[in-house]
Structures are given as structure tokens and as C-alpha cells.
């Protein structure tokens, strides 16, 4: 007679195994010598001994060790806190579990239910989108770019009036045009989008508009190709402003920038001094300013805004404005907005600076701040402000970047004429890289962020 192991002695998993498939053999293994123990004491008991019905059985096959010891939880809720917080799928088990432990009734999956989950997700999305895309609604075509960690990515979208559609996040050999495009096409491709882009908006960079090699033209070769018409292409305005502010600041401020922030001299006196200049200030501050009611602007932006209301005040009354000073922003070398923010500051804070600074600030918060802060959308009149202010500065140089880069014809699909989407997608893919080991699971994180 073969000897059986006893059941403590079976790993768990093992055992929840063994009672699917053999409930009798693994749960009754004592079933034998009770039988017969019992067989042996009362002949008149033989028949309830050896019933299914039997106490003693039932005792044994509702014992605790016979459950599985891991229950299937659902991942409903740990892949939201995953897809709507940026979190890792480890750390979605952990909060989860943590709330457990303090009595609430919630789902706690293994970490590895949370990533099959957020994968599905992704595929689900993967497939509304394809569906979405099916309807020839157009489209304009958005992408913009960030090195990560020594690689090149790409984040694409698709945009009209009522959708914004994030197509996904592309790992790229490099930041060349024909690196890049590569991989544009392959997502263009896999989702059949070529009928619905009859638009694209990006940065200005030699990159995307190289007039033989660039993404653009390259991208409406395609379209062409397929049997489409040609989409529209639309520099995003805000990276033009960019560029004319700095083409005015270098023309207007005779002074040399040094390297590698491309700074001038009152930028560094601004940040080394800024405590003590704001208490200076502030003695022969006198007004309050009402800026009105803020359009939705956040942080920079936001402080742009107030300076400029506050620079208009001065204009207008020759009273200085008290001003609500904020942290000083990044500088960066693509952004010539920031300058802005540091020239109007120097002409309140520095006074040997203010007869130096006053045409740049007036172009600043009057007709560049007019389109800065516009909708974006198509709008002949900031144009032409834009080309008189310019023309009465004489800047050549910025006077060209405007009629090369701004486009005077309307829209096709009525919406900003900005890269503001893809440069919030970019922010996201950060926050999603930082918990994501694979592009795979990074980019079906992103799509599944999206909403219909």
C-alpha cells in the first residue's frame, strides 16, 4: 500500500491544484483508515462511515487548508490609481493594500493583475481609436519630442474641434527628420489615419519644416501618396512669438548674451539680487493693479499676464503698481518667453536699466503680449499688428521670421493654432517614463489615457 503525503506537506498553490481535479483524493486522504476504524467499532454504523454524508468527512473537506490562499481580486480601482495617477502597478497594490489594512472592503490584486490590467486597457483603447478613425472625420496631425534618458521620443496626437485622440509615444533612433518620420508612418499606418489628417501643427524647428527632408514635407508626401489631399501645415504661433521676441530683445538691447543660457547682464543682476530688490521696490510702490479676470493662465504664463497688466498700469498713470512677485522661471534657450518675464521685472526692479528696457517692454506687453495671450485661433488682425509693430521697430530679421513662419490662410479645422496638446503629452510621457520599464507598456499606458 502506497503511503500518502499528508496535506501540510503539499505547497499551497499545489493544493488548490489538487482540489480541482481531484477533490476526494487530496481533501479525503484519511477517508481509508477512518472508514475502517469505524467499520471495526459498530458493523450497524458501516454505511454512515462510508456516506459522503459523513461528520467526519465533512469536517475534513471544509477544512481551511483545503481554500485557495490567494483570492482573485478585482483590478478595476488599482488600474485607475495606475492610468488617472502616474503611479507604478507596484505601487497601486501597495496603496491599495494599505487601505485594506485599516478595515475598508477594497480589491486588492497582485501587482501583476494591476499590469495585465493596464495593458488591457491600452489594447481596448488601441481598438475604440481604430473605430473612431473608421468615421474619415479630419483630423490635424500633432507631435512633438523630448530625449529622454539618451533617447529620442516622439509623442503624436490627433485633433479636431470636439476630440483630442492620443495616438501613442514613439521611440526613435535618433532626432534626425528621416528618424523620426520613420516612425510616424509606422503609427499613421497602423491605425489607417491617412484618410482623416488634413492638418498638422508643430514647432518651428529646421527638423520639422526643412523644405526638402523635413517631417512635414515628408508626412504630406505620404497623405499625397496614399490618394489624399495634401494637409494643411501650421507653424504653432507660440514658437513663432518665441522666435520674434528674440530677434526684437537682440535688436532693441545692444548688448552682448553670454553662453550657454544666452543671458543678459541684468538677467544675472536679477537673480543674484532679487530678495533685496523686491524690499527696494516696494518703497515707492503706491497702486493696486486690477488685472481682471485671469483667462486661464497657470504659473509663468500667469505671472506674464499680471506683469503685463501691470506694465499698462504704469503706462498709463506713470504710478508705479504694487506687484505680487513670484519665483523666477527656468531659463532655457527655445524659450524666449521667459526673457519676457525678466525684461518687464528689470524695468520695475533695476531703474538703470528702465530707458533701456522700455521699447523692448513696450512691444512686449502691448502687441506681442496681444498675440501671446490670444486663443491661437486663426485671427487676421494679430497678424497685421504684429507686421506694423515690427515695421515701426525695424527689425528685418523678425519682420521675415513672421511672413516665413505665421500662416495668413484660415484654417481647415477651427482650432488653436498651437502645439500647447503635444507639449502637455510630453509632460505626461515624463511622468509615465518614470514608472514604465518597456516602450511597450509606456505607450499603451499613454493610450489608455485617453477619454471618449
Known sequence: MVKQAPLESIHPRKRIRLSKTEPQASCSQSQPTQTHKSVSESSDSETSAASPE?????????????????????????????????????????????????????????????????????????????????????????????????EEYQVVLLKNVTTEIKLGILKCESGSAAAIHKELYKVIDEYDAWKNICMIICDTTAVNTGRLHGIVKLIQDDVLSKGFQKPQYIGCQHHVLDLLLKHVMNFLIQQP???????????????????????????????????????????????????????????????????????????????????????????????????????????????????WFHSQHYNEASFNELFTSLNNIKCQKAIKCLKTHWSVQESLIDIPRSNQIA??????????????????????????????
Open 257 to 371: 548674451t553670454t553662453k550657454p543660457e544666452l543671458n543678459y547682464s541684468f538677467i544675472d543682476k536679477l537673480t543674484e539680487n532679487y530678495v533685496s530688490l523686491q524690499a527696494d521696490y516696494r518703497l515707492i510702490a503706491t497702486d493696486d493693479v486690477n488685472t481682471g479676470e485671469n483667462p486661464g493662465w497657470r504659473d509663468d504664463f500667469k505671472f506674464l499676464y499680471e506683469l503685463c497688466q501691470a506694465y499698462r498700469h504704469y503706462k498709463t498713470t506713470s504710478h508705479w503698481p504694487r506687484i505680487s512677485w513670484k519665483k523666477l522661471p527656468n531659463l532655457h534657450q527655445a524659450r524666449w518667453n521667459s526673457r519676457a518675464i525678466y525684461a518687464v521685472i528689470a524695468l520695475f526692479l533695476i531703474p538703470e536699466w528702465r530707458s533701456i528696457l522700455a521699447p523692448a517692454c513696450n512691444f512686449i506687453c502691448y502687441e506681442w503680449a496681444n498675440a
Open 423 to 452: 507639449e502637455r503629452a510630453v509632460k505626461l510621457m515624463e511622468e509615465l517614463h518614470a514608472k514604465s520599464r518597456t516602450i511597450e507598456f509606456l505607450n499603451l499606458k499613454f493610450i489608455a489615457r485617453n477619454i471618449f
Open 54 to 150: 459523513s461528520p467526519t468527512l465533512s469536517s475534513t473537506s471544509s477544512s481551511p487548508e483545503c481554500k485557495p490562499k490567494y483570492q482573485r481580486a478585482s483590478t478595476t480601482t488599482a488600474g485607475l490609481l495606475v492610468l488617472k495617477n502616474s503611479i507604478s502597478t507596484h505601487k497601486a497594490h501597495d496603496v491599495l493594500a494599505t487601505i485594506a489594512e485599516q478595515g475598508h472592503d477594497v480589491p486588492v490584486p497582485s501587482q501583476a493583475g494591476v499590469w495585465k490590467r493596464v495593458i488591457s486597457e491600452g489594447h481596448k483603447m488601441k481598438t475604440k481609436i481604430v473605430q473612431k478613425l473608421h468615421s474619415k472625420d479630419p483630423y490635424c496631425l500633432q507631435f512633438d519630442g523630448k530625449r529622454l534618458q539618451g
